[in-house]
């Protein structure tokens, strides 16, 4: 079946580290995407890339730093400038950047900073 | 500047019942809105997608209704199920290629027994 997947599912993070979550697809898209969600409001763009080795910043790109070395790969870097990470982070994928058929998303991962 | 409001935040239903969602935006030019329905802890999954002629769309026991003139849209969910606790997020598109999302903060719904 094709999918998302994101992991880890829960990851905890100390003050200063850098953290990776990753987000694999193999729906054949091109264009993927990374949100930030907290409670009580909408999702925010972070990344987003159209094709390998071309990625663009969203609304929330500070603190943040991604590759896509492969079609398949989006992994999110949260660095230590990040000052509140705390959050719901959400990987998507869609065919192209025009979005025209919706977007896949992963299950999430939950980043808490301890 | 593009935004999505829903109401309520939250409301609590007994299992069989109906309710609504309300999602009101302010987005220009309008290409089309998606509800989605996001379980705790898990990414959304899309329900329906409605772009600007239309003004109906059902998913099974969910009816989603665009009014384009006052730019608000709703969902319906008929005959409530416990495994309809969950948020439930408008989405609406903007430009040309409707690849601008602006997101709703959703909709949560409890479904008690």
């Known amino acids: 079946d094709g999918g998302i997947t994101q992991s880890p599912k829960y990851l905890f993070r100390k003050e200063g580290q850098n953290v990776t979550l990753s987000c694999e697809q193999n729906l054949n898209h091109d264009a993927m995407y990374w949100y930030r969600q907290d409670p009580g409001q909408g999702l925010r763009l972070i990344y987003y890339?159209?094709?390998?080795?071309?990625?663009q910043k969203g609304d929330i790109a500070e603190g943040y730093s991604v590759s896509r070395e492969k079609k398949e790969s989006f992994p999110l870097t949260v660095t230590s400038a990040q000052k509140n990470p705390t959050a719901f982070y959400l990987c998507?994928?869609?065919?192209?950047?025009?979005?025209?058929?919706?977007?896949?998303f992963g299950s999430g991962t939950r980043l808490t900073v301890v | 500047k593009n935004q999505v409001e829903q109401s309520p935040q939250s409301l609590i239903i007994l299992e069989g019942k109906n309710c609504t969602l309300q999602?009101?935006?302010?987005?220009?030019?309008?290409?089309?809105l998606r509800w989605y329905k996001q379980d705790t802890g898990r990414g959304p999954v899309s329900l329906t997608i409605?772009?600007?002629?239309?003004n109906t769309k059902s998913n099974g026991r969910y009816t989603a209704t665009l009014d384009a003139d006052t730019k608000q849209s709703s969902l319906h969910i008929t005959a409530s199920q416990l495994s309809d606790s969950a948020s439930y997020i408008c989405?609406?598109?903007?430009?040309?290629?409707?690849?601008?999302?602006?997101f709703g903060g959703g909709t949560r719904v409890l479904v008690k027994p």
């Open positions: 890339s159209q094709i390998v080795n071309d990625f």
């Open positions: 999602c009101n935006y302010t987005v220009s030019p309008f290409s089309n």
């Open positions: 989405v609406v598109s903007a430009g040309a290629a409707g690849n601008k999302l602006t």
């Open positions: 409605m772009t600007f002629s239309e």
């Open positions: 998507a994928s869609s065919i192209d950047l025009t979005v025209l058929y919706g977007y896949t």
